[in-house]
């Protein structure tokens, strides 16, 4: 079958061995099967494979970590039983490097800052509240962002994650009062026509769950007007 036949266009492919697939997520793509009952990221990429390299029965594809279906951005998918066991313990040990970039359209008072707070999943509103380090449940979140590119009333920032939390960048600029464009569930203004947010995974690094190997990536962001003037004036600092 042609590649532009396939399930998956081998554009948005970052890397593939024989134990790893990368691939820049789309905003509104689901990673994984929901109750939605959408189609997910996971089975397209299963069939992808099946495709690309002829193979009978069923393709195994594991996810070790997950990104939001309103963010884009790099998504590691395992290959392998042994790749998926190893690169979810890096995942879950934060043995690895996360650089997202976020839009806001609050004016920011600093340009760089570190942001600490302790963060609670309230499960059946699916969202996260700052709240004091003393509550039940409250758990510590930390990263660092940096303003990168500017046009007009919009600001890029460029945020660095030292703990994963649940919605950690959402909630933490939004309690800044810097909530992220298109955003509704954390406070901007108004959602975006296709439902995403802008936010979205740059760069990712970690060891190859195999051969050790220190791996580095980079995902363009989105084909989107406010993301393409922000990207071309990032490219010019």
């Known amino acids: ?67 939001d279906r309103p963010t884009s951005g790099i998504v590691v998918f395992a290959k392998t039983s042994k790749a998926l066991s190893r690169l979810s313990e890096q995942f879950k040990n934060r043995a690895n490097k996360k ?5 806001v359209n609050k004016p920011i008072r600093l340009k760089q800052a570190v942001l600490e707070d302790h963060l609670r999943k309230n499960e059946h509103q699916n969202k ?11 758990k ?16 890029m920032l460029e945020v660095l994650l030292e703990t994963g939390r649940h919605h950690q960048i959402r909630t933490q600029l939004a309690r800044r009062d810097m909530p992220i464009k298109g955003d509704l569930k954390y406070g901007y203004s108004r959602s975006n026509q296709d439902a995403s947010i802008h936010l979205h995974a740059r760069y990712l690094e970690f060891e190859h ?6 791996k580095k990536f980079k995902a363009k962001a989105p084909r989107e007007k406010v993301w393409t003037l922000l990207s071309e004036a990032y490219s010019k600092t």
């Open 99 to 103: 650089v997202y970039w976020a839009v």
């Open 209 to 214: 769950p195999v051969t050790k190997e220190l």
């Open 1 to 67: 079958m042609s590649a532009t036949k396939r399930a998956f266009p081998e554009s948005r492919v970052l890397y593939e061995d024989n134990h790893l697939l990368v691939v820049n997520k789309l905003p509104g793509e689901l990673v994984q099967g929901d109750k939605t009952g959408d189609k997910s990221l996971l089975d397209v990429l299963k069939q992808y494979l099946k495709e690309k390299h002829n193979k009978p029965g069923n393709v195994f594809l594991g996810l070790p970590h997950r990104l």
């Open 140 to 155: 510590k979140a930390k990263l660092s962002y940096e303003v990168v590119a500017e046009i007009d009333r919009y600001f």
């Open 128 to 138: 996260s509240y700052v709240v004091k380090s003393s509550e039940p449940g409250a």
